[in-house]
């Protein structure tokens, strides 16, 4: 059982628990030799007390149990999320300019939607290149990963745009990043719940695009290739939409930001057509 990633730390506390209990009624026996002989089972930062007093075996845990499988599971995330040392200078290639250039599209990729976008065959190779851009500070990764995707079963790291990586565009594509916001602002996300609802809407972005690509009759046109190319009133949110809610009984007029918006245009007879696709 303390080698079952599904067993949190909580549960691994109560199994303990029941554990010291069956001791103390004569149940089991735990031989004390294997644990103090195995460090490794228990998680570094747990502190374990065992002694014996006329009621037989007692135990104290400062700090709550750790299963075997969910100390390694932590630590691997863990390894993802520390930054390693930036060792010399960098330059960066044209993989690396599409890896930028889709965090500052999307907001947020994963590594399995890295590897998508670049084609790259060797999982290895793209880690660490991954690495070496979060290193050199071209790339950023956002803590509440941790909290988003700690026990489940696919333990995605989430990449985003770093500080060098801001620079870059600035200087090479003249993205002008608003005051007071923009990438640090998304860096810094709290909501769990918003960061997997971001990646879930990268995922389809990036299915549709996979289709389109595959057909020379059709095209697909991303939200900021869109708004580069128009112009809006000011003080008018780009692809806001009039839309009502049911609020007690009636019907409300609220206005709808959708979360992403594309438009996929179709060849038929020498001519393009185009349809708006809104994500929410």
């Known amino acids: 059982l303390f080698a079952t990633p599904e067993v949190r730390p909580d549960e691994g506390h109560r199994v303990w628990n029941i554990l010291r ?7 089991i026996a735990i031989p004390l030799a294997p644990l103090m002989l195995c460090p490794s089972l228990w998680c570094p930062t747990t502190r374990f007390i065992a002694m014996f007093n006329h009621s037989g075996f007692e135990s104290r845990i400062r700090y709550p149990l ?82 988003a995707f700690g026990y489940g079963k696919k333990r995605h790291v989430v990449h985003a745009l770093g500080p060098k990586g801001a620079k870059w565009l600035t200087e090479h594509d003249g993205v002008q990043f608003p005051k007071g916001k923009g990438w640090r602002t998304a860096n810094q996300l709290k909501s769990a719940e918003r960061l997997t609802h971001q990646i879930g809407l990268v995922d389809t972005v990036l299915n549709f695009e996979q289709v389109v690509s595959g057909r020379n009759d ?62 929410e």
């Open 218 to 279: 059709l095209t697909l046109t991303h939200q900021d290739e869109l708004l580069a190319a128009s112009k809006w009133p000011e003080g008018l949110k780009p692809y806001r939409l009039p839309t009502k809610v049911e609020q007690q009984g009636r019907l409300v007029d609220r206005a709808t930001d959708p979360d992403y918006t594309f438009t996929i245009a179709r060849k038929q007879s020498d001519k393009w057509q185009s349809a708006l696709f809104f994500l």
């Open 21 to 27: 209990d069956m001791v103390r009624l004569n149940l």
């Open 66 to 147: 750790v299963p075997v499988g969910v100390r390694r599971y932590n630590n691997r995330l863990m390894r993802a999320l520390s930054k390693p040392k930036a060792v010399g200078n960098i330059k960066l290639t044209d993989r690396d300019k599409l890896w930028i250039r889709a965090v500052h599209r999307f907001r947020f990729i994963t590594t399995d939607q890295a590897q998508l976008l670049s084609g790259s065959d060797s999982r290895t190779k793209l880690n660490q290149r991954l690495a070496q851009l979060f290193a050199h500070d071209f790339l950023d990764r956002p803590a509440v990963q941790q909290q």
